[in-house]
């Protein structure tokens, strides 16, 4: 599976971008995107995943009521609307996915991911 991650950007606090991530190669059945950031000088950090099968979504705090991820399963295409965009929000976001189904608890563990985009950038000023 390889990853295309595009649709970052530079925004004002408040402003909103959608991300997206083109996979290319089967992403039927058992299958789990996930969406990662690393801001300078900070560790890696998930923001929200979902799988694939049954659309069931999990975010991290830091995301919950501002952003949302959705899957087009004909696209073979993960997005990440972003909403209320803050400045610690900036970072490159990293789409990354694993053939298999994550249950609930491991869908933000970066470790259970086997495939990784190449990272967008997401700059907001205030």
């Known amino acids: 599976v390889q990853l295309q991650a595009s649709g970052g950007g530079s925004v004002q606090t408040g402003g909103s971008l959608r991300l997206s991530c083109a996979a290319s190669?089967?992403?039927?059945?058992?299958?789990?995107m996930g969406w990662f950031r690393q801001a300078p000088g900070n560790e890696r950090e998930p923001v929200a995943a979902i799988r694939w099968s049954d659309g069931s979504t999990r975010y991290a705090d830091s995301a919950k009521g501002r952003f949302t991820i959705s899957r087009d399963n004909a696209k073979n295409t993960g997005y990440l609307q972003m909403n209320s965009l803050k400045p610690e929000d900036t970072a490159v976001y990293y789409c990354?996915?694993?053939?298999?189904?994550?249950?609930?608890?491991?869908?933000?563990?970066?470790?259970?991911?086997?495939?990784w985009g190449q990272g967008t950038q997401v700059t907001v000023s205030s």
């Open positions: 190669g089967r992403t039927s059945g058992s299958y789990c």
């Open positions: 990354a996915a694993v053939k298999r189904g994550l249950i609930f608890s491991t869908m933000l563990d970066e470790l259970e991911y086997d495939f």
